[in-house]
């Protein structure tokens, strides 16, 4: 059975830090993402890293303040996050890509998804 788990969401302020992980099992991911979704928004790509070469991508608006990385040996992907603003409050989600191929930043092309983890961000 192949599974997503995110935790590390919580209740932050302003200018905080944050990381969530992402634990995958049931199989490996060429691509392992970060989306996030804010009530009443469509979800959004955050960023995502690729599994054979290492390669990071970053939504325009979380560059300089987030950071993925990825633990192969575990199967986890982290999402660490400074200098939180209230805008960023959302579920953030994980999702795993099982080909290279395709958009990384277009959730549709993910295969499986995490059941999401709440991060709230207060002013």
């Known amino acids: 059975q192949v599974q997503l788990v995110e935790s590390g969401g919580g209740l932050v302020q302003s200018g905080d830090s944050l990381r969530l992980s992402c634990v995958a099992s049931?199989?490996?991911?060429?691509?392992m993402g970060w989306f996030r979704q804010a009530p009443g928004k469509e979800r959004e790509f955050v960023g995502a890293?690729?599994?054979?070469?290492?390669?990071?991508s970053y939504a325009e608006f979380v560059k300089g303040r987030f950071t993925i990385s990825r633990d192969n040996a575990k199967n986890t992907v982290y999402l660490q996050m400074n200098s939180l603003k209230p805008e960023d409050t959302a579920v953030y989600y994980c999702?795993?890509?099982?080909?290279?191929?395709?958009?990384?930043?277009?959730?549709?092309?993910?295969?499986?998804w995490g059941q999401g983890t709440q991060v709230t961000v207060s002013s």
């Open positions: 049931g199989r490996t991911f060429a691509t």
């Open positions: 890293h690729g599994w054979r070469d290492g390669s990071v």
């Open positions: 999702a795993g890509k099982i080909y290279t191929r395709g958009d990384v930043t277009t959730a549709d092309g993910y295969d499986y």
